[in-house]
Each structure stands twice: as C-alpha cells, then as structure tokens.
C-alpha cells in the first residue's frame, strides 16, 4: 500500500532530498519557462533554438530532469523569452541562522 502524505511545503523537501530548495527553485522556473513556450505555440525546436539550449536538453529540463541545468542557465532562458529578472537580497533574518531563497513572478 502507497502511504500518500499531505505537506504545505515542496515535495523535494517532504522526500527529504539533500538539494530540495535547489530543486524547487528550478522546478518554478522550468514550469514558467513552459508556460511561456505553450502560450507562444512554438515547436520545441523552435523554443530551443531562441534559449540555446539543444531539444532534448530543454524537453528534459520541462519534465523536471534538472541535471546538467543550473539556476543561471535557467535565469537566462527567461531573459532570452522576454522576461525581466531581478535578483532581490533582503535584510538579515533574526530568528533563523539560514536564509532562504523564494521565486516570486510578477
């Protein structure tokens, strides 16, 4: 039998993966990334040819296989779709020793 648990934050995180906050940064991105590539229509190899990236590179990246994809790469993929980009540092948190790292679309 399957055990199915409910959790409020990332399945990467309720896995207990190492990398989770990594991974669910880039499982937002790529699902935008998607999102804007649906919405345009394009072909995927018209999509890889504008974000430089190879079509099988980017069908792996848009079902989730992140390996060999970096944050930066994907940052890019967004600029080079259109989108602004902006990277915000907020002040010290006081109550934890860790940070962490949100991916807001405006």
């Given at each position: ?22 991974m669910f940064v880039k499982a ?15 072909t995927p190899q018209e999509a ?5 990236l190879t079509q099988p590179k ?49």
């Open positions: 039998m399957i055990e199915i648990k409910e959790t409020t934050g990332s399945v990467y995180g309720a896995l207990g993966m190492a990398n989770a906050e990594e937002q991105l790529a699902i935008k990334i998607g999102e804007i590539i649906k919405v345009r229509k394009w890889a040819d504008v974000l430089g980017l069908s792996k990246m848009l079902r989730g296989q992140f390996r060999g994809i970096n944050e930066a790469k994907m940052l890019d993929c967004l600029t080079r779709l259109g989108r602004d980009v902006q990277i915000v540092i907020g002040p010290a948190r006081h109550a934890v020793s860790t940070g962490r790292v949100a991916v807001v679309f405006a």
